[in-house]
Each structure stands twice: as C-alpha cells, then as structure tokens.
C-alpha cells in the first residue's frame, strides 16, 4: 500500500467517475491529423480520471471510496487491485460481464503535452440507478466530499450530484469532458472544476456556477467565488508529463475540503499537489503522498 503520511483519518472522499487503462505512448511530437509518427515508446498504466482521483486523495490521507464499474476481464481485475492497493475502498467498483473495462490511449510529447482518445466500455454502461444504490450503500451524509466527473453517461453524473446535494453533501463536479454536460448536472455542484477549453464548453452553454476552480497549467488555477477573483500561481517545477495533473487537482481539492479548509486555502493546496504531479512520468506515478506535499510546501 502507498505511504499515506499523517492526513486526517476522519475525511472522507467518495469519488463516482471512470476507471481506465492508460496505454501510452511517448514521441517527439504530437501528430497532426492523417499523419504517423515513428519512434514512440510505450507504457500501460492505471488510470481513468475518477480512479486518478481517487489515488490522488488516498495519497493525500483521506478516506477513499470509489463508485464506478470495470469490465470482468484482465484490466478490471487489475484496476480492482490498483485501487485497493493505494487505500481505495472497491466494494462499489462493479465488474460488469460482457463489457471491457475502459481504455484510454494517450500520446506525450517531448514537452509534456498530451493528446488522448478513450474507449469508455464500462464506463458508459453505469447507470444513475447504479451510482444512486452505490451511494445509499456508502452513507453519503453531509460530512462527506463527493467528487463527480463527466467520463461517465450524463445522466449518472447527474444522478450522483442530485444524491449529493439530497444527502447534505459538498459536491465537486470536474467537467471532463465539458461536451453533453447539461446545465442541470452543472447547478447541483458546488465548485466546479474545469480546465480552459472546458470552462469556454460551459459558457457557452451558461452553464457557470458561482464557484469555478479553473486549472491555467503552468500559471496555475484562477478561483471564482461570489467574493470575486482570486489568481493562485503555481509553484515552478520541471514539467515531465502533464498527464494526471489535473486529477491530482481534484483530490487534493477534495481531500482539502473534507478536512475543512476554506475554499481558497484547498485550492491553493490543490494547485501545489498539481504542481508536484507533472515532475514523473504516469498519470497516477507523479502524485504526492501527503509527506511529499507538506515537505514541498515547507521547502
């Protein structure tokens, strides 16, 4: 099991989103469209940005558990195993028979910058009835942080908020991807999580909720409150792979907020934890241990 360090043992984190296989590849440089790239080398990795997110915030010492389905095949099983192995509670990872588990091919190039393409297999085939089982299962109450993301139908990501918002809990939705996501899913968060290109999806959809955390890369998140703008710079590291930062955002943020932090304070800490992600290789590799976090925040 990875080392967890001295977080709060009380907070509790629920994640609903997907689990995926990472399967990636390395080159000098993205390809446009139509074209082959030669020299690429290849890794298989655990990822899935709601089970990203779950690692991320285990790592982080809260207490994880994780809604979601695989497919009864060799990538579930291994999924089932990662999960468990960083601290993830899987009792309501459901294996569905005659689906695959999802899949997720990515390209990195030598800057770090990434494309990817995903095959949603189980992913897609979890319902809202599901999830809200799932969640009558786990106790959702009003002491919990419920992180919700989009790589699941519509529906059920909605499904999850509405329970969230029905049992008192503070509810986080990453918008990834932003496309189909309806203003109604978006109404039940309480801060929202997107990244540039998904916040202009949401616009234009005037889908804005009154807390926004944006991740900007580099520069950092900007956070949006009814008491107004708050840029938060990132602290400079040396960028290997970007793969994953996003998710180390979410469950830092979570994590953060389950132990009570205020909304600027957790997004701070978000954003440092990102900032640490992207020096290691893997989208789950790089993410801090709380150890890890705090000695960076002190150096």
Do not use: C, Y
């Not at 440089?29 to 690429?40: C, D, F, K």
């Not at 202009?200 to 889908?207: D, F, G, I, T």
């Not at 708050?230 to 469950?251: C, F, Q, R, S």
Request: net charge negative; hydrophobic share 50%; charged share 20%.
């Amino acid at each position: 099991m990875t080392e967890q360090g001295d977080g709060r043992r009380g907070a509790r984190v629920i994640v609903v989103g997907s689990v995926n296989m990472d399967l990636v590849a390395t080159v000098d440089r993205l390809p446009v469209p139509g074209e082959t790239v030669i020299g690429a080398t290849f890794a298989q990795h655990h990822g899935g940005k709601g089970g990203n997110q779950a690692v991320a915030a285990a790592r982080l010492g809260a207490t994880v558990a994780f809604v979601g389905a695989v497919g009864d095949d060799a990538f579930g099983v291994a999924a089932r195993v990662a999960l468990a192995d960083e601290g993830v509670a899987v009792d309501e990872l459901a294996v569905l028979p005659e689906v695959p588990t999802g899949v997720a091919l990515i390209l990195v190039d030598a800057g770090g910058e990434n494309s990817i393409a995903v095959a949603s297999g189980a992913n897609g085939a979890l319902t809202p009835d599901d999830v809200a089982a799932a969640l009558a299962r786990l106790d959702l109450g009003s002491g919990d942080v419920l992180l919700v993301g989009h790589e699941i139908p519509t529906a059920t990501t909605r499904a999850a908020l509405e329970a969230g918002r029905a049992a008192g809990a503070r509810t986080i939705l990453n918008p990834a991807p932003a496309a189909g996501l309806d203003d109604a899913a978006v109404a039940l968060a309480d801060v929202l999580t997107p990244n540039e290109g998904e916040l202009a999806v949401l616009e234009a959809a005037s889908a804005r909720p009154a807390r926004t955390l944006v991740s900007l890369g580099a520069a950092g998140a900007r956070l949006t409150t009814p008491d107004g703008v708050t840029d938060i710079p990132a602290p400079a590291v040396e960028v290997v792979d970007t793969v994953g930062a996003g998710d180390t955002l979410n469950g830092a943020l979570a994590v953060a907020l389950a132990e009570g932090r205020s909304l600027e304070d957790a997004a701070r800490w978000a954003v440092a934890a990102a900032s640490l992600a992207v020096r290691r290789a893997g989208a789950r590799e790089g993410m801090p241990t709380r150890a890890e976090l705090e000695a960076f925040l002190r150096d």
